[in-house]
Every structure is written in C-alpha cells, then in structure tokens.
C-alpha cells in the first residue's frame, strides 16, 4: 500500500519505518528539516534499539523516504497517518494546533480518496474535529478518519511496533476498517474495531491505569517505610496475583515522559468538560508529585546541608533504553539540588546531548566512576541496566563519603551494607 506519515517522533518514525519493513511503500514527512536531512543521511533523531538498522535498510531498498514536504506525502498516501505531537497547554489541555495544521494541509492537497487515521493521543470527539476541518476545507474529495491510538513504549518502540499487545481501530466506515484490516494483517495481534470515541478512550483510559498503578506502588512504598516492611516483597507477592500482574508495580521517584504526565492530566481536564470529576487521577497526580519531594527530602536530610555539595547523578532519561528527557523526574531533582547550592556530576548512557540543552551547568561525565569521584552523594534516578553491574567497591573507593541514594531501587540493601555504603532506597 502507498502509505503516508506526517509527523516522525517517536510514534511516526517507528510507524513510517514498521510499515515499510512490512513491504509498504512508505514516504513520511515532519516540518523539521534539519531531521528529515539528518534522517536522510542516516542520523536517527532518538535513540531507539534496533530502529537505525531497520530504518537504514529500508531506505536502501527505496521502501522508506523522507521529506519536508507534506504535500508530497498526502499526494502519494492513500492511508495518511498524522502522528504530530498533541503537548500540553499551560492550563494541561491538549495543544491541537499541530494536528489541526495537518488536518487543513490534507484537506488542501488530496485529490483522491484517503483513510485519515490519527495515532497522536487525543481528547475524545478529537476525530469529529478533524472531519469538521477536513470537510471544510476540501474540495469535496471523498475521505475517512480513524482514530488508531499508539501503544508503544519508548524504548521498545520497534519490538512494540511490530508485536503490539492489540491494534485499536475506531471507525465508522466499512470500507476504511477493510484497508485498516489489510494493512496490519501481517502483525498478529487482537483487533478491536470500535466507534471512534471509544477508540480514542481505550488510549487515555490505558495511560492513566498504568500511571495509576505505579502511584499506587509509591503509595505503598511510603506505608512501607513508616511500618518497616520491604515494598519490593510486597510487589513480589502482589504481582503473582494473575488479576494484579507484577509490571508496573515497581516504587521509585514517579513516573515521567512524554505521556503519563500530560495524559493524566489532559484526561482530568476532558473528564472535567464532560461535568465528571476524575478525583482518582488527581490523586494519581499528586503521588507522582510528591513522590519526587520525598526523594530530594532524603537527600536533604542524609546530607543536612547541599551548598557546595558534590552529587553524582547516575542516569538522566525518564526511563532506561531512551534519550528522552521530558517531564523526566531528574530534572526536577537536579533543579532542586542546584537552587540549594550543590554541584552535579551526571552520566546517562544516552541521554547526555538532550540533559545538555536543558542544563548547561551540569558536570557531563565520561562514566560513572567519572561521576562517583569525590562525590558526596550517588544518585541513581533512571535503572539503566549497566548501573547495575558497576564495581561497587571501585565506586565506594572514589567516593568522599559512600552514600548513595537509590530512587529505583537497583541494588539490595544487604549487599550494599556489606560493602560499607550508607544506601537509601524507596519503600524499604
Ligand atoms: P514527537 O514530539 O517525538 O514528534 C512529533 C513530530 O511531529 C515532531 O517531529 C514535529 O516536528 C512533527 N510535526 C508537528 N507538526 C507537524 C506538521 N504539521 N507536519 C509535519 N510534522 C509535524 O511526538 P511523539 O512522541 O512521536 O508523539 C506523537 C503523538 O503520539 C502524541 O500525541 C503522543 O502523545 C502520542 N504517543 C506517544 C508515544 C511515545 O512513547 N512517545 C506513545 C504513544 C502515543
């Protein structure tokens, strides 16, 4: 199939890319020139496992390209995807101006029938705002919108990408839920075929269970450390519970990224449209908050006073196996130690070159025994799976004083009272 994208972040790039691996003929387009060039040249603009190979040999194979130009893709597409960002306004509604533009830029350029189908995650009735646009704006040119909400994770976005848990369609044309069903019959997964309001709530419904689960592990991990028990046992013994499930019970300093975030709270303010208070998000919200002061108060206490304190940060990205910074809980923590004095030293694996336009005054370091010397605290904010195979006795050795303060709990306790460090950690 001619297929066409607009919009290559994360959910376009992986979207563009899986779709031409799978035979399609593929052109995806993103007002960003530098990153269509870059992309062009071979350069991804996120680090995502696997993504670069595929994307490299799909460009050879003249299945994928990549433009500036929307006009471009929307002529050659006979299925568009819109997958531009949907941020947050000030007020934490959804900023849908990306998607309008790209709704009117469609309605100017098609000049065939075309199956619209946006990924971005949206408010509910979204959909019926683009077919309002798109209407107006043609010259009568027939056309169907779907709303095919995105599920992948950063980090796993291509393994997500092309084995999804369930592909979700909602629409209200035959004739479009048949190219839909055509296009992703080569990935097996459960198809929902749904109307389309319901499709664009399963997305912000999902979102907010998930951030609701981990507020609800932080939740515990705070009656944990008031009662003495151990957070990381009673998720184990949770999680065996086949209704409960061990993913996402793990307590740490909260979630973060470009959608739990903004989808809690976006989801709040549609809730609030439709006269209904969803006081169990904001509840979720605020854990999450919270959850992030209860661990720059730990740093305070154990160090007392942070002018001119030396502390190491070890992992920068919201999550492992991701560059992306946004609304990452790290930087709340490193805004706070830095108001109160401290100097920070930091390694990620990835995600240094973002860290860098958003803090310049931080000590990027070549690697973790870089960050650990004569430092006064450890941080550990992101479990990249390296940080746990450090030398630890090489660590401690470096250190000013051993302390480490662990916000995703990497290490065991025990193990890390043997080697003589004073070691803090969530909920145990
Ligand atoms: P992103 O910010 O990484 O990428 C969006 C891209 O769209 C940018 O490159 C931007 O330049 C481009 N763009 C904006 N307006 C454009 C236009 N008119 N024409 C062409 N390009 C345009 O965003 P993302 O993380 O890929 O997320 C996209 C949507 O998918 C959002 O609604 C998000 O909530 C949702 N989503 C994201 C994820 C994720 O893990 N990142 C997962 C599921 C769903």
Not at 104 to 125: D, G, L
Not at 344 to 364: C, G, H, L, R, V
Not at 367 to 377: I, N, Q, R
């Amino acid at each position: 199939m001619k297929i066409a994208v607009i919009g290559v972040g994360y959910v376009g790039l992986s979207t563009a890319t899986i779709f031409a691996e799978l035979g399609n003929d593929v052109i995806a387009a993103d007002i960003d020139k530098e990153k269509i060039e870059n992309l062009n040249k071979g350069i991804m603009p996120i680090f995502e496992p696997g993504l670069k190979e595929l994307v490299e040999r799909n460009l050879k194979e003249k299945r994928l390209r990549f433009t500036h130009d929307n006009k471009e893709v929307i002529k050659h597409g006979d299925v568009i995807f819109i997958c531009v960002g949907t941020p947050p306004k000030e007020n934490w509604e959804t900023e849908l101006k990306y998607l309008e533009d790209a709704a009117i830029e469609i309605a100017h350029n098609m000049e065939s029938y075309k199956v619209i189908v946006h990924k971005s995650t949206v408010p509910v009735e979204t959909s019926e705002k683009i077919k309002d646009i798109i209407t107006k704006n043609s010259k009568n040119t027939e056309f169907d919108v779907v709303s095919n909400p995105e599920f992948l994770r950063e980090g796993t976005a291509i393994k997500d990408t092309m084995n999804p848990d369930r592909i979700v369609i909602g629409a209200d044309s035959n004739k479009a839920i048949d190219i839909m069903k055509k296009l992703y019959s080569p990935i097996k997964a459960p198809m929902i075929v749904t109307d389309i309001r319901s499709a664009e709530l399963i997305k912000h419904a999902s979102n907010a269970f998930l951030a609701t689960k981990i507020s609800f592990i932080n939740a515990i991990a705070n009656v944990c450390e008031l009662s003495g028990a151990d957070v990381e046992k009673v998720a184990e013994g949770m999680g065996y519970d086949k209704r409960i499930g061990r993913s996402f019970l793990n307590a740490g300093i909260g979630y973060g990224g470009f959608c739990f975030p903004k989808d809690v709270q976006a989801f709040i303010k549609i809730a609030e449209k439709y006269g209904y208070d969803l006081k169990l998000l904001k509840a979720t919200n605020e854990i999450n908050e919270q959850q992030k002061k209860n661990f720059t108060n730990k740093i305070k206490d154990n160090l007392k006073e942070l002018n001119d304190k030396k502390i190491g940060i070890l992992g920068l990205s919201f999550k492992p196996n991701t560059d992306d910074m946004r609304f990452a809980p790290s930087s709340y923590i490193i805004e706070e130690m830095q108001k109160q004095g401290a100097k920070i030293n930091a390694y990620d694996p990835e995600a240094m070159e973002k860290s860098k336009q958003m803090f310049d005054d931080i000590n990027y370091c070549k690697d973790p025994y870089e960050v650990a010397k004569d430092a006064d605290a450890l941080l550990i904010l992101t479990e990249w799976n390296e940080f746990k195979e450090l030398d630890l006795k090489k660590i401690k050795d470096s250190m000013k004083s051993p302390l480490i303060i662990d916000g995703r709990n990497i290490y065991d306790p025990k193990e890390m009272e043997k080697l003589g460090f004073e070691y803090v950690s969530v909920g145990r």
